[in-house]
């Protein structure tokens, strides 16, 4: 623990703790003897860092949060897991972030620029990726993974080894039980279902044109086609990700370089494509 870091006369900070001189630590804190923070950090007061948990720079976390606290598993023996945070996230208040468990990978994860509301619940072994805004009490049980930019609302509550796609949209209120289609749109009004596309969401992250209307028309193959999934990923495949085979000739003038699908596009239309395809849960459409 630096000697010189700015922490309240309340707090309790444990003598194993790293905390870096440039952390501000408010009142009545409690920081185990395992936490590692890193530079810039600010506690404002109250807040509970547990267990072998590490923060990288420029955290911010408001009053009541428990961070690297014991699962909530049964399993649990108290053995050393982990729980990591990156860089330059907001946690809100009375936030709760379990550790990991030695069957799940030992891990809980949390990237970077995230903005984690206030009574949001983050359980066992899940991961959470860049740039992602998890709404007040959003819940995720174990084992489920959000991926970058993703939004999940307000009092959502996801079910274990669910994954939420980059960029994806998740309306308050809506109970999620399957894997959500990433760039899409999903609500509890309309069913529980990913009604379209997060064109909005995508143009604000610098999403262009061609990305969006390629991924537009793979929506199309996905909802409106009427074909199931497995041959809706097989027209995706063959209409929107067709290209020269290794090696092979590109186009060879102007008129079929123009109709040759954009790089980029193609690339995140295959992603979607990959996803669902390697979906244990199914996805919801």
């Given at each position: 623990m630096s000697a010189s870091a700015h922490i309240h006369p309340t707090a309790l900070v444990s003598p194993g703790a790293q905390v870096p001189a440039s952390c501000r630590i408010g009142p009545f804190c409690t920081i185990g003897p395992n936490v590692i923070l890193g530079e810039q950090c600010e506690l404002v007061s109250h807040v509970v860092l547990d267990g072998h948990t590490t923060l990288g720079k420029g955290n911010r976390i408001f009053p009541f949060a428990c961070l690297g606290v014991a699962p909530q598993d049964l399993k649990y023996a108290g053995?050393?897991?982990?729980?990591?945070?990156?860089?330059?996230n907001t946690i809100r208040?009375?936030?709760?972030?379990?550790?990991?468990?030695?069957?799940?990978?030992?891990?809980?994860?949390?990237?970077?620029?995230?903005?984690?509301?206030?009574?949001?619940?983050?359980?066992?072994?899940?991961?959470?990726?860049?740039?992602?805004?998890?709404?007040?009490?959003?819940?995720?049980?174990?084992?489920?993974?959000?991926?970058?930019?993703?939004?999940?609302?307000?009092?959502?509550?996801?079910?274990?080894?669910?994954?939420?796609?980059?960029?994806?949209?998740?309306?308050?209120?809506?109970?999620?039980?399957?894997?959500?289609?990433?760039?899409?749109?999903?609500?509890?009004?309309?069913?529980?279902h990913a009604y379209g596309l997060n064109k909005v969401g995508l143009e604000r992250r610098g999403f262009s044109p061609a990305q969006i209307k390629a991924l537009r028309q793979a929506y199309r193959l996905l909802q409106v086609s009427k074909l199931n999934t497995s041959d809706a990923l097989a027209a995706i495949r063959a209409t929107l990700l067709r290209a020269a085979p290794d090696g092979g000739p590109g186009p060879t003038s102007a008129a079929e370089a123009a109709a040759a699908p954009d790089p980029t596009a193609a690339e995140h239309v295959r992603y979607l494509a990959e996803f669902i395809a390697a979906s244990p849960r199914g996805v919801i459409k």
């Open positions: 053995e050393p897991t982990r729980c990591e945070i990156g860089d330059r208040e009375s936030v709760t972030l379990s550790r990991g468990t030695a069957g799940g990978g030992g891990v809980t994860r949390i990237g970077n620029g995230c903005l984690i509301m206030a009574y949001v619940h983050i359980g066992h072994d899940s991961e959470v990726g860049d740039g992602c805004i998890l709404a007040n009490a959003a819940t995720l049980a174990g084992h489920v993974i959000v991926e970058d930019y993703a939004v999940v609302g307000a009092l959502c509550p996801v079910h274990q080894f669910c994954r939420i796609g980059r960029y994806s949209y998740i309306g308050g209120g809506t109970t999620i039980t399957q894997d959500v289609l990433p760039y899409s749109l999903t609500s509890i009004e309309r069913n529980n």
